[in-house]
């Protein structure tokens, strides 16, 4: 608990089992309720890791994507009664230190998405971020803060909080399953003008943490476009975007993932 508010962190997660102890171990745990691991099915084991671990673990039978863990986690964080929830990949790559000041700023500060950002100050490049990786990231967020009237940092990082009122409002259930899950989230709080406050967090790269490949990198590239691309035209009134209708599919409209630890509990989620 922080300020009387209810803490979840959320980790979507696919083979995980090399950096996840870690990662769960580093995150200093005197605020946070629950940890939900969704195994998006991992075959390294990972999952029977995280419910050994202490964590409540979600379950997709065949792997979805990262976006389709973040809906199926965040759901579980909303039955748990999660007034903020925090997001941590669990493959160590953002430091799980900062889970307190991620949450200090929902929980306190007003703010309903909060991001980690590894480009609010310099010394991403130093932490070992890729020079291509930070010059893609640089221009794709010149472009979205330019058709989306914001002034981000960065749009990429996955390290993110949000308040328990942000993940009930929003048609998350309309967002992409893949990466670009990320991106159109950031639009329906630019669009629908949440509170979006920012954290500088450092770049960490090692050999062990898993990074987007090649082939998705670009997918992910194209949809970052076409999400700053449809927006601008629901904005205009040209074409409607399911991913920022208010009236659309929310989370409780998402039934993918199951519990499979703890077997049974009171809090009913499936
Ligand atoms: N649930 C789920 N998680 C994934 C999937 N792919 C990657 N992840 C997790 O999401 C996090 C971010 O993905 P990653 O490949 O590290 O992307 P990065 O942000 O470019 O480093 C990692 O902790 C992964 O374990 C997926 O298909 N499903
Ligand atoms: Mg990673």
Redesign the pocket.
């Known amino acids: 608990m922080m300020n009387g508010k209810k803490v979840a962190v959320v ?6 089992k090399g ?1 996840l102890e870690r990662t769960l171990r580093a995150i200093p745990s005197s605020y946070v309720d629950v940890s939900i691991f ?4 991992s075959s390294d084991g990972c999952g029977e890791l995280a419910a050994s671990l202490g964590c409540v673990v979600m379950r ?1 039978a065949k ?8 809906k ?2 965040y759901r579980e964080a909303l039955a748990q009664g999660a007034d903020v929830v925090v997001m941590v ?5 953002y430091k799980p230190e900062l889970v307190p000041a991620m949450t200090a700023m929902v929980a306190h500060g007003d703010y309903d998405v909060v991001l980690g950002s590894r480009l609010l100050v310099r010394g991403a490049l130093k932490g070992g971020m890729p020079r291509w ?1 930070y010059v893609v990231n640089r221009g794709l967020t010149i472009f979205e803060n330019t058709l989306m009237g914001s002034g981000l940092s960065e749009f ?3 390290y993110r909080a949000f308040s328990r009122k942000f993940l009930e409002e929003m048609p998350l259930a309309e967002c992409r399953n ?2 670009v899950f ?1 991106n159109e989230v950031l639009a329906q709080a630019i669009h629908f003008q949440y509170a979006i406050g920012e954290m500088s967090c450092p770049a960490h790269y090692f050999e062990e ?5 090649f082939g ?2 670009v997918k ?1 590239g194209i949809g970052c476009v076409k999400t700053a691309s449809a927006m601008r035209m629901h904005a205009l009134g040209a074409r409607t975007a399911p991913f920022l209708d208010r009236q659309a599919r929310k989370l409780e409209d998402w039934h993918e993932g199951k519990r499979v630890s703890p077997a049974t509990s009171s809090v009913g989620a499936s």
């Open positions: 980790l979507p997660g696919l083979n995980v950096t969704v195994d998006d099915g997709h792997n979805l994507g990262y976006g389709a863990g973040q199926t986690g990949h669990p493959d160590f790559q990786k990429h990082t996955g893949d990466y990320d943490m898993q990074t987007i490949t998705p990198g992910y």
